[in-house]
């Protein structure tokens, strides 16, 4: 496994937000997790990249228990984390946002090699390399994040919302951007309240529920399940 995840506790204050959650990332899979509001999502994502303190739990990213690290040696050890709410520094050129998500790195020509291929993957972002990201759409702002991501040449991308805020036509895009980066090799770890576009591109998928994991299986399997489309895929009929 990529990534294991066991028995996982986060608290914030006397809040808890996980509750022993526990799953796995196989080398080159795309995993979703799926879930209302609020049900821990994104404070999976955080305490998988060291932003948020884990209470109780390991974690284990190919081979080497990660929980407890600070965040820069984990995004060294190849976790990217793509944030939801898209942290563009607004002042700055696409190319400088996506030059941040170097530092990882080790040498000047594979941050160029990595920016290359990111204007390959999203042409916009090529076009618009010397704009300020303050003044890119929505959509190119999301592109840029993953750019900066990939960027980091990450094994394992966690990726919170990629879809947020966007218009169907663009999210469609981000996904069928988000198949294309796994297809070249890397794993994703996708957490969406856009359940019916994270259950499609997905491998295998898990449902949170304030905090707990409810239920788990291919996520082929769980578009079909009726308990899924009832709560999930808004299915009345399910
Ligand atoms: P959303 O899609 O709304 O972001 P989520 O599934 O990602 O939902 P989390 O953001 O992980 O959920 O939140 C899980 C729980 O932890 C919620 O009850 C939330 O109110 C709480 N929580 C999240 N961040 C904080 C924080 N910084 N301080 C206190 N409580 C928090």
């Known amino acids: 496994m990529l990534l ?44 998988l990249s060291g932003v948020v303190r884990t209470e109780a739990g390991s974690i284990v990213h190919d081979g080497t228990s990660i929980a407890g690290l600070p965040s820069h040696r984990i995004a060294r050890l190849g976790i990217a984390h793509v944030p939801e709410g898209r942290g563009v520094f607004g002042n700055m050129s696409v190319r400088e946002n996506l030059e941040m998500g170097g530092y990882t790195r080790s040498s000047r020509e594979e941050v160029e090699e990595s920016l290359e291929q990111v204007f390959g993957l999203f042409p916009r972002l090529a076009e618009r390399a010397h704009q300020f990201a303050g003044t890119l759409s929505g959509g190119e702002q999301q592109m840029l994040v993953i750019g900066r991501g990939l960027v980091q040449k990450p094994d394992l991308m966690l990726l919170d919302e990629p879809s947020m805020g966007l218009s169907p036509l663009l999210v469609s895009e981000i996904f069928r951007m988000i198949a294309e980066i796994n297809k070249a090799g890397t794993t994703i770890l996708l957490v969406e309240q856009n359940a019916s576009m994270a259950l499609a591109v997905a491998d295998r998928a898990y449902v949170l529920e304030t905090g707990k994991i409810v239920l788990e299986g291919m996520a082929s399997d769980l578009l079909e399940d009726p308990k899924v489309r009832a709560a999930y895929l808004g299915d009345e009929t399910g």
């Not at 995840?5 to 996980?18: E, K, M, P, R, T």
């Open 4 to 47: 294991t995840v066991d028995h996982l506790s986060v608290f914030y204050g006397s809040i808890q937000a996980l509750r022993e959650v526990s799953f796995t990332v196989a080398k080159g899979e795309i995993v979703s997790l799926i879930g209302a509001n609020g049900a821990g999502k994104s404070t999976t994502l955080r305490a």
